[in-house]
């Protein structure tokens, strides 16, 4: 009797394969789908001059499925595409490279973990209620890089896994830049195509944030106490042993103590970031800016610990290297969108998606514009982006079906951002999965019962809105 082969497991691609195998569909979309455009007309805001799309001015233009050229070059274009966000993931990641290589993550994760004692579980509510406060004022939820190389070895140490640690530093900005009270790209902007005050209703969005951040604290605070009473539960306990090994070999054996220059460091990092962001609250800094800093931050901290200038320079080459995938992938993600520029086919879609609400009943087409704006950021990922896409057309469309701007606008934002750490093309949540080793599929596995549960709270929240007119002018 021959012997049965043990079945293969299924193993996620590489995400590259998962990139690639979407900018192929979309490139095949392009010679399906009709092109099409808006007229467009340039606008000065509060937030700088913006290109929105002029309301029921669609048309059909010729045909102009991407040749192999195009998708050659959609790679490299979408590099440059997402080139604040490629030089934020280096930025970022080197400033804490720095940080990490003086030894100050260590000694700081140390002291925490001992200072927590058996009251560790705390840790999680605590960072994710300051961490969602800070996005629901500046946004950035791109500062998850900055996050996660601090956090992914005090959860180890506390006894939980990466995905404990990858929930904190995704969903704690996240939510608040999702359900955020003064959002530029996404409320300030929407609220201002709509002509409505500046973050006006940000009374009922405040309410709204804190049930959903109760919410996701919750939840992950249930699996990182299951993951920690039974590692085997763990979704990504596979990785985790490689990012363990990887973190030992960086840690130094035995005992830690600090050197009095350490010390100095460490409280200067503790003066340097709430300055810094209270800099990108006050001056609403852009991803250069932001950037900037933090590597100011990182060369600041490596001198007073007693760094020299080459053994800074090597550090600083060395945490470069750690983050070029990271940084590569949010170029990757954002070929996606180029390939269905140049197929022109962004615009049909803007236009299919007004079609459908126009056939929507009116006590559900701000449900309708919610769940649309989620499948929507799959295609055109970011706040600004989309919301200078589709709000010019969602605006005088709500008036005609007598929905209340404001809930237009609170749906658009929603909706719009739940899925940024959900679709692959989102490049600084692609390039936080690659910084915790981290598996696509695994990290869907874990976000997904949420996201729903957040939609339909959502949704809820939007039917309120509009049956009650809660919110309309606070």
């Given at each position: 009797?021959s012997e049965?082969?043990?079945?293969k497991s299924?193993?996620m691609?590489?995400?590259?394969?998962?990139?690639?195998v979407?900018?192929?569909?979309?490139?095949?979309?392009?010679?399906?789908i009709?092109?099409?455009?808006?007229?467009r007309?340039?606008v000065e805001?509060?937030h700088?001059?913006?290109?929105?799309?002029?309301?029921d001015?669609?048309?059909?233009?010729?045909?102009?499925?991407?040749?192999?050229?195009?998708?050659?070059t959609a790679?490299?274009?979408g590099?440059?595409?997402?080139?604040?966000?490629?030089?934020?993931?280096?930025?970022?990641?080197?400033g804490?490279?720095l940080?990490?290589r003086?030894g100050?993550?260590?000694?700081?994760?140390?002291?925490?973990?001992?200072?927590?004692?058996?009251?560790?579980?705390?840790?999680?509510?605590?960072?994710?209620?300051l961490f969602s406060?800070?996005?629901?004022?500046?946004?950035?939820?791109e500062?998850?890089l900055?996050?996660?190389?601090?956090?992914?070895?005090?959860?180890?140490?506390?006894?939980y896994?990466?995905?404990?640690?990858?929930?904190?530093?995704l969903?704690?900005?996240?939510?608040?830049?999702t359900?955020?009270?003064t959002i530029?790209?996404?409320?300030?902007?929407g609220?201002?195509i709509?002509?409505?005050?500046?973050?006006?209703?940000?009374?009922?969005?405040?309410?709204?944030?804190?049930?959903?951040?109760?919410?996701?604290?919750?939840?992950?605070?249930?699996?990182?106490?299951?993951?920690?009473?039974?590692?085997?539960?763990?979704?990504?306990?596979?990785?985790?042993s490689?990012?363990r090994?990887k973190?030992?070999?960086?840690?130094p054996?035995g005992?830690?103590n600090?050197?009095?220059?350490?010390?100095?460091?460490?409280?200067a990092?503790?003066?340097?970031?709430?300055?810094?962001i209270?800099?990108?609250?006050?001056?609403?800094?852009?991803?250069?800016?932001?950037g900037g800093?933090?590597?100011?931050?990182?060369?600041?901290?490596?001198a007073?610990?007693?760094?020299?200038?080459?053994?800074?320079c090597?550090?600083l080459?060395?945490?470069?290297?750690?983050?070029?995938?990271?940084?590569l992938?949010?170029g990757?993600?954002?070929?996606?969108?180029?390939?269905?520029?140049?197929?022109?086919?962004?615009?049909?879609?803007?236009?299919?998606?007004?079609?459908?609400?126009?056939?929507?009943?009116?006590?559900?087409?701000?449900?309708g514009v919610?769940w649309?704006q989620?499948l929507?950021?799959?295609?055109?990922?970011?706040?600004?982006?989309?919301?200078?896409?589709?709000?010019?057309?969602?605006?005088?469309?709500?008036?005609l079906?007598?929905?209340?701007?404001?809930v237009?606008?609170?749906?658009?934002a929603?909706?719009?951002?739940?899925?940024d750490i959900?679709?692959?093309?989102?490049?600084f949540?692609?390039?936080?999965?690659?910084?915790?080793?981290?598996?696509?599929?695994k990290?869907?596995?874990f976000?997904?019962?949420?996201?729903?549960?957040?939609?339909?709270?959502?949704s809820?929240?939007?039917?309120?809105?509009?049956?009650?007119?809660?919110?309309?002018?606070?």
């Open positions: 009797m049965l082969k043990p079945r299924f193993k691609p590489d995400i590259y394969i998962v990139l690639a979407f900018i192929l569909v979309m490139a095949a979309l392009t010679y399906i009709p092109a099409g455009m808006y007229e007309e340039t805001t509060a700088g001059v913006k290109e929105f799309v002029v309301a001015s669609y048309h059909r233009v010729e045909q102009s499925p991407v040749s192999f050229m195009d998708l050659v790679v490299p274009d590099l440059k595409r997402a080139a604040s966000i490629v030089f934020l993931t280096f930025m970022v990641g080197g804490m490279g940080i990490k003086a100050l993550i260590d000694l700081g994760v140390h002291k925490l973990a001992d200072g927590v004692g058996d009251k560790a579980i705390m840790i999680i509510p605590i960072l994710m209620l406060t800070l996005g629901a004022f500046i946004g950035v939820p500062l998850s900055a996050y996660l190389p601090i956090l992914l070895p005090l959860f180890y140490r506390l006894g896994d990466g995905m404990t640690a990858m929930a904190v530093s969903l704690g900005p996240c939510m608040g830049f359900y955020g009270l530029p790209g996404s409320v300030g902007v609220q201002q709509a002509q409505l005050e500046m973050f006006s209703g940000s009374g009922f969005r405040a309410l709204v944030l804190l049930i959903v951040v109760v919410v996701a604290v919750i939840y992950t605070m249930r699996y990182a106490m299951k993951v920690k009473a039974n590692p085997h539960l763990s979704l990504s306990r596979d990785s985790d490689v990012m090994q973190l030992a070999e960086m840690e054996e005992e830690i600090a050197t009095r220059r350490q010390v100095l460091a460490g409280y990092c503790f003066i340097m970031f709430p300055v810094a209270a800099a990108i609250l006050i001056n609403n800094l852009g991803f250069e800016a932001i800093l933090f590597l100011f931050i990182g060369l600041a901290a490596a007073i610990a007693g760094k020299g200038p080459q053994q800074i090597d550090d080459n060395a945490s470069m290297r750690d983050m070029m995938v990271a940084a992938l949010c990757v993600a954002s070929a996606i969108a180029v390939v269905m520029d140049r197929g022109v086919i962004t615009d049909t879609l803007v236009y299919y998606l007004e079609y459908v609400l126009r056939n929507t009943p009116p006590s559900l087409s701000a449900v919610f649309t989620s929507f950021n799959f295609l055109v990922p970011g706040a600004t982006a989309l919301t200078v896409l589709t709000m010019p057309v969602l605006s005088p469309l709500a008036s079906l007598d929905i209340p701007q404001q237009i606008v609170s749906a658009n929603w909706g719009g951002q739940l899925t959900f679709f692959p093309t989102s490049g949540f692609v390039a936080t999965l690659v910084l915790a080793k981290v598996e696509y599929a990290w869907i596995r976000y997904f019962p949420l996201m729903m549960v957040l939609g339909v709270i959502s809820i929240a939007l039917v309120v809105q509009q049956s009650l007119g809660i919110g309309l002018g606070l």
